[in-house]
């Protein structure tokens, strides 16, 4: 079911979703978005390549094993934690520098927080997808 | 004056896509209703976000609208294509009417080549 | 495509100074960049870009065109009783050759109303095309080869 | 007092050193036997001893210790025989394999008895009681290979664990009653005790527990079939010892519970139906043990009927008897067992002119059966004339009672004849091995006891005259004084003793000849309550397989409906009860694209569920979802609609990669079925869309929205309020939902990849 | 719309109790990822409803203040929403898993963990 | 220092984080799940021992104050119940060493255990209604692939209807606690527990509270909610069979304890009618649902139910002494039945069988795992001095003080049962001689010394546990006593949480 | 009324009935593509209703969901169509 016109489009969509998924992420504490939804669009960018290409071509893609994005993105957000406990704060206390960008907004422990959500649901995603395609080649 | 610009444009995208409502309900067959369809939603969508543009008239929004639009463009021709085909290759009859079928001549002449 | 990139710099640029990040500024921006590139066409080369541009803008004008007429001929089909569909499946011989050609081609003639790029044969020469009115295919064929394969051809190359 | 804590100690130690051989195991009750005859002046200065250990003050349960008179004999009894059957075991035990098992067991038994007997606190008497009937379990089961074995010992444990659970239940009441634990605290609240309404409740569930233990009338069954054990347990704990352990907890009890109609009749009626009735059954028994099992049953049953009686010369008779029976029981059950050993059988009509193999067995054995046949001058002849002197006394009932007493005295007589004196007379037979005299381990015990048997008939007032006074008034209030003597001239009561050997002979004389008559033919089963105990069993296992089958079919949809129901019941149970109105509706003040959305969400719904084709559903879902999203537009929560479409779409995709593998979507349900499940569904789905209405028509003041509102941004550093709660204020919810994710795409990779060859383990 | 979001949820509820009813296993993945549904716009529902102010502080405000949507419903929706997600992957891999070993649809017919032992 | 409550939770994280960073090398996945079960048992005992002697501690997370952020909140009763859990979390991972086929560690058995292990302490210890709901589904999910681990068609079938089943509550779950925000603005329990008794829909919360019953009822395996339970525990490995008996219906009751005496303990009277007529049912109707079973684990796995009828007996009770002895039947039954599940995989070891009819001969060749298996099962039927005597002393003793004999007696009947079908299983697979000689190689025999240790140190642990929770019950039931009286005094929950609120 | 705000009703109007038009479709069919055709077609009117919502409430935030949509709608067609290329081949 290999169509040229889709795979030519899903290289230059990847990039496109690649780069709106960080946009949501980043801008998520101040507009709708978030670690989420942005780890969603990621992975819908390599869900649209591996439809367009093959799971062959999508894992050579992303090159990572997928459970080593959940593992990092369970552990930023765990080590998100840490600072605060370290510190002799309550646990899970933003720590905020202060210094802002136009883009993030503050940037702080939270925004770590989010982040690894962003990785651990790519990874999920990534892995799901890929299981199942994997479980139909057998 | 530009507000109103942008309503008159938001009624004529929103023309566009009842156009292409009724098109998709009215068609005989698939394929006549996504050549009849799509595009009309496409257009009659590229002129209600530029209306929304002209009404709100900030960059943050016209780059929001902007790359709806530009993102539609571009994947809208894609997916109609990749259902079109999909559709066909199911075995998804054509309107009784339709006149020729050149792929599915090819597609015979293909077969006996390689077999 | 080096000066596309230049042309938007300046925009930014333009827009920054301006200190106003509105879009007439950003317009404003483009078109000044533009002219400057233009002046300075002598110091940077690259005629390509220029000769393009114009040409980029013409394929617009003429893909929106057809892209109404396309429009309100199917919305007149679609509003009024009768039916005046001759629909039929075409194969078109491709001139285009690289996958963005094939690609930018094959999605083009699917936006306009009343064809659809249905499938590219295996040897990528042949593209099958579902269209509403087919009088004849001969003509049909002869019309897309010179309206829009050619334009869009000559804007690529 | 420093007994107690080595017996407490004692089943440790033995775990440690597992003593092969009775002479260094008898050493252990031999021990005791004399630190407990060291406390002997104390005692019979009335003094009663007491110790505590605090266990569980808290609810008023100790390790507090009682020793008076009672308590005091039947340690003495608990360990003497405790010494005679361990010297026994150690070599009877040798063929069984195991021994050092059986040693520990049997250690544990004797402590745990030593402390049921001992405890001032009635639940810590429990907690030993309990323990004697584990250790008694283990013990009947000890040839766990046999069927018959583990059978006997899983009734047993079950009938008086039964027992035992209404004890408890008896006793927590008297506790509820009275506040107290212990039985000295028991005994001055007396008067309130007898007149709570709780008392024939406490009263009967007490007796429940002893008739059990002691197998009284209708609980008799388990204690022949516990015979299965090895001999020196059946002589140990199924005569002398542990299923005295109800007589015992009926004479303390007497003081507390006594004095009432419910009490005194109850046990005499009871006793008196289980001394005839258990006589009656050992009629047609030819296994030595069994028949010995029988009269012990006959036994108990006349202790219980002295209780019953209540006088204080009855209540000596039964100090007596209670004595009497411990030694020659004893002796003669080892005897049995010496016999089974040497002739290889236990069968009376096998067993026969053993006498010139094993003098010295039939010496012993003649000396105990005299005793229990109640022959001049062994103990047992004083234990029933005293027993018939206090049935005599009687002002009612007394010619009933002497009557029963008679006849069962007399088949005593004959079942002695039968299993103590026959097999050591008359003509040799077939054996399965050669009869041979018994190694002296074994015969020192039994004959030790049967001497003693003798010496106490013979100079009672050395052995029991003193005790006796102060023995009574352990168990009744006030005491008279009364002599004991062997020779009381000649009475009505000594004519009685004649009369019952001669009955005795009577009975023996007709055996002969009934005995082909009874052979293989049922008493009535009225008078076997075993079946009983196997129609329970029965219908318990039927009952649990009916309604497990019931219950838990297999069937998926029975439990939801099930679930379902059993929610809408006590919701509408709730709501019936108290909500007169219907919740305020409220206004519909609704736009015409709402109404779309809300009707395309309720087209979808119908699509879906009526659906033929998968597909046709998942896509009906997706609307679903994407309608849902929709609405979240609709009012205010763009992260919502964000999510939603980005979860439907991925499932969508999910679906698709799976779909085309899963089976069709064809339906089995019958019209009937699918009518009741969407009558469940409805019900269910009005009933939650009720309770949305109901919640919606009260106030909502929400500080946290307005709390918020506020600290999002200056504190939260987020305007997006919505993720500024998802990665700041509950943070930890996130860190929990995505750690299902995690744990989501594990289990989906493990099941997609690996699949174990075989059944499950 | 109150009451006709209150009809929705019901009606959520009770065809996802329907399907889930089914012998069908793939009817029942549909019932419980409805149920899930019912249960989010049940919440969101019972959190009272706002039409058309999110809870976004505005530009160059500190606060919001006035009338706006209650965000916190919608974020226990959100890890709702995502955690039913996860969960309802799980389940859609587990009943086609059990469809692939066992060969059949059909839950009437998966009764072996729950036989009565042989008498 | 408060700050220890959140060590069980993020302890199992953080080495199930590590764990799946060496997804490779299951040799590495075991030494971490050693040294962060023990870790884990540490913290949780440094936590037992501060609230004890220090009061209730809470910790507000991120530092937001109380209704508004989440609060982790540990009285005696959550630590208890931590501290019982990593007892069992310790022993699991021991005896998954011994017993877990590669295949299974190769596909994270040993991250889901530690996931799990998260779930459960983070229910134990939050303090606020709907971050219960969201470690009960990381309970949940960590617990639905370990039941299927393996993918046996067994194991599917079962998973199928403890899935669905399970699924169903969670959205009742949700359902009653977004109703429960819609009525009270409020998910804190403390909060929650101040504004309950004012709230005017006084009979709504009624209903929302036999919701959240309906939900715990499932998770606690009460009557009639319990069919997915005996359906699916029995398929999965033994030493997760182990862990789901000794801990997860375990967690639904301690939700109820939570809910119905902290946030809706004033209105009782209704609720605590149902739980009684439940428990009464739930307790028959699992030991009749035991005494049917001639499958090892099944039985047990029906046993756990009736025992849960006990627990829920004395919560109906609803007296100081009532709710003690549910604590302490909880924490007796969850050392207890555990150690049960690992001694029937002991036994299938040896007879190659759950099969009680096929199995046999074990006390014959192993009189000491004899011994091993009498401490647990005598305990469980209630045999003193063993901790299960006590429990149900306890319980009995509130039963009857509180008048309700007929339900006192129902328990007192259900014990016997239970003595039956320990002592028909001691029967059975102990005593009787094997019937058939097995024919493929004893996987028992073949074990190597550190694998038997693994095998049975849990055994001996929990046993010895078992033993000494019996004989120096006073201060434990001390403990439990003090436990019910936080649980019954609500203020003493609200204040540590909330501060002191006018 | 203002010519916006009487434009902006009655697009809101006519795209809900747009919908309901389309949504017969899908509900018709009466092939699988039939729907996957109009469940585009519903999303692309999603998209223009967010777009005409944020013009009536005055507030941007929705268009961000907007490119969502757009995004997400264009995957779930490929994956149906995916779907049913698969369903061909096997
Ligand atoms: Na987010
Ligand atoms: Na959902």
Known sequence: MYSIILATASRYLLLLLQMFSLFLLFRGHNEPGGGFVGGLVAAAAYALYFIANGIAEAEKLLQIDPFYLIAAGLLLAVSSTMPSLAAGMNVMTGIWFDTGTALFGKVGTPLLFDTGVYFLVLGVTLEIIFSLAEGDLQ | MRETAGGILVLLGTFFILISAIGIFRMPDLYTRMSATTKASTLGIGLVLAGTVLYWFDIAIAARAISIIVFLFLTAPVAAHIIGRAAYFDGVPLWKHTKIDELAEDLKNRGEDSE | MNHLLYNILLAIAWTLLTGEATIPTFTAGLVIGYLLLWISRPALGGGAYFRKIPLVFMFMLFFIKELLIANLKVAFDILTPKDYMEPGIIAFPLDARTDMEITLFANLLTLTPGTLSLDVSRDRKTLYVHALYVTSADAFRKELKEGLEKRLLDVLR | ?761 | MTLLLAIVTGSLYAAGIFLILRRNMVKVIFGLILLGHAANLLIFTVGRLTKGIPAFVPEGSDMLTGRFADPLPQALILTAIVIGFGVQAFTIVLFKRTWLTLGTEDLDMMKTTDEPPKE | MNQILVFPILFPLLSAITMLFFRRSVAIQRIISILSSFLLLAAAGWLLAAVISGGMLTVQVGGWRAPFGITLAADLLSAVMVAASALIGLTTVLYSLATIDRERERFFYYPLLQFLMMGINGAFLTGDVFNLYVWFEVMLISSFVLLVLGGTPVQLEGAIKYVTINLLSSSVFLAAAGILYGMAGTLNMADLARITPHLPQQNLLTVVSVLFMITFGVKAAVFPLFFWLPASYHTPPVAVSAIFAGLLTKVGVYALIRFFTTIFSHEAVFIDEVLLAASALTMLSGVLGAAAQYDFRRLLSFHIISQIGYMIFGLALHSPLAIAGALFYIVHNIIAKTNLFYISGIVERITGTYDLKKAGGVYAGHPVIGMLFLIPALALAGIPPLSGFWAKFVIIKAGFQAGEYAVTGIALLVGLLTLFSMMKIWNEAFLKDLPQPQVEGNRYETMGFGRRLLFFSPVVVLGLVTVLLGVFFEPVFRLAETAAAQLLDTQAYITPVLGRVK | MTIIELSVDTAVAVIGLSILIIFMRLVIGPSIADRVVALDLLSANAIAFIAVYSIKNDSTTFLDVGIIVAILAFLGTVAFAFYLGKGKKQ
């Open chain 4, 1 to 761: 007092m420093i007994g107690f804590a080595v017996s407490a100690a004692a089943p440790f130690f033995y775990r440690r050193f597992p003593g092969y051989f009775g002479w260094i195991a008898v050493s252990f009750p031999l021990f005791l036997f004399f630190s407990f005859t060291s406390f002997y002046p104390r005692i019979a200065a009335g003094e009663v001893l007491r110790e505590t250990v605090f266990w569980v003050p808290s609810l008023g349960i100790n390790l507090s210790f009682l020793l008076d008179g009672l308590s005091f004999t039947f340690a003495l009894i608990i360990t003497l025989i405790g010494a005679a059957v361990f010297l026994y075991a150690g070599t009877y035990m040798k063929h069984y394999g195991h021994a050092s098992r059986f040693f520990v067991y049997i250690g544990l038994f004797m402590t745990s008895m030593l402390g049921l007997v001992l405890s001032d606190n009635i639940a810590a008497m429990f907690v030993f009681w309990e323990l004697t009937g584990i250790s008694s379990f283990l013990l009947i089961g000890f040839s766990h290979h046999k069927e018959q074995s583990r059978k006997s010992a899983m009734q047993a444990l079950l009938v008086t664990g039964g027992g035992g659970l209404a004890l408890l239940a008896g006793l927590i009441l008297l506790y509820g009653i009275s506040g107290t634990f212990e039985f000295s605290g028991l005994y001055p609240k007396r008067h309130l005790i007898v007149n709570s309404p709780l008392y024939p409740a406490a009263t009967v569930l007490v007796m429940l527990g002893a008739f059990t233990k002691s197998a009284q009338f209708p609980f008799h069954f388990w204690l022949p079939n516990a015979m299965e054990a090895p001999t020196p347990v059946s002589a140990y704990l199924h005569s002398a010892t542990m299923v005295k352990a109800g007589i015992y907890l009926l004479a303390r009890m007497n003081h507390v519970l006594g004095g009432t109609a419910l009490w005194q009749d109850t046990l005499l009626v009871v006793g008196a139906v289980t001394m005839v009735c258990s006589a009656l059954l050992a009629f047609n028994q030819t296994d030595l043990k069994k028949l010995l099992a029988y009269s012990t049953l006959s036994v108990l049953g006349t202790l219980t009927m002295m209780i019953g009686i209540g006088s204080e010369l009855a209540i000596k008779a039964f100090f007596i008897y209670l004595i009497a029976h411990s030694l020659y029981k004893g002796t003669l059950f080892l005897v049995a067992g010496t016999i089974d050993h040497a002739a290889g059988s236990r069968d009376t009509g096998v067993l026969g002119g053993l006498g010139r193999a094993m003098p010295f067995t039939m010496a012993t054995a003649m000396l105990a059966s005299f005793s229990m046949m109640g022959v001049i001058p062994l103990v047992g002849f004083i234990g029933k004339e005293t027993l018939y002197a206090s049935i005599l006394e009687m002002e009612e009932w007394s010619r009933y009672l002497i009557a029963a007493a008679v006849i069962a005295n007399g088949l005593l007589v004959m079942i002695t004849l039968v299993a103590g004196i026959r097999p050591f007379f008359g003509s040799m037979r077939r054996l399965p091995s050669v009869p041979h005299e018994a190694p002296f381990a074994m015969l020192a015990g039994p004959a030790c006891l049967a001497v003693l048997g003798l010496l106490a008939g013979l100079f009672p007032d050395f052995f029991m005259g003193a005790m006796l006074d102060w023995l009574a008034s352990s168990v009744l209030a006030d005491t008279l004084t009364f002599r004991i003597k062997l020779w009381h001239g000649f009475n009505e009561v000594l004519f009685l003793s004649f009369l019952t050997l001669l009955c005795g002979m009577l009975f023996y004389a007709a055996r002969i000849k009934l005995l082909p008559c009874l052979h293989g033919r049922h008493i009535t089963p009225v008078l076997k309550p075993s079946s009983w105990y196997d129609a329970a069993l029965a219908g318990m296992l039927r009952v649990a397989r009916w309604q497990t089958r019931i219950l838990q079919n297999g069937s998926l949809r029975n439990y939801i409906t099930v679930i379902v129901l059993t929610a809408v019941t006590l919701a509408v149970s709730v709501l019936a009860g108290s909500f007169s109105a219907f919740p305020e509706i409220p206004a519909l003040d609704v736009t015409f694209y709402e109404v779309v959305i809300v009707s395309i969400i309720l087209v979808s719904i119908l699509v879906l569920i009526t659906s033929s084709s998968r597909l046709k559903a998942v896509i009906a879902l997706g609307v679903t979802g994407f309608s849902t999203g929709i609405i979240f537009i609709l009012y205010s929560a763009p992260d919502l609609a964000l999510t939603t479409f980005a979860i439907e779409t991925l499932g969508v995709i999910l679906f698709v990669l799976v779909l085309y593998r899963l089976p069709r979507f064809t339906s089995y349900s019958t019209t009937a079925s699918r009518a009741r499940d969407a009558a469940i569904a409805c019900v269910f789905g009005i009933f939650m869309a009720l309770m949305v209405l109901y919640t919606v028509s009260g106030e909502l003041d929400s500080g946290l929205k307005r709390y918020f509102a506020g600290a999002s941004l200056p504190e939260g550093k987020g305007r997006n309020i919505v993720n500024v709660i998802l990665v700041d204020f509950r943070a930890i919810d996130t860190l929990g939902e995505i750690t299902v994710l995690a744990v989501a795409a594990i289990g989906v990779f493990a099941m997609l990849k690996l699949t174990l060859k075989g059944g499950s383990r």
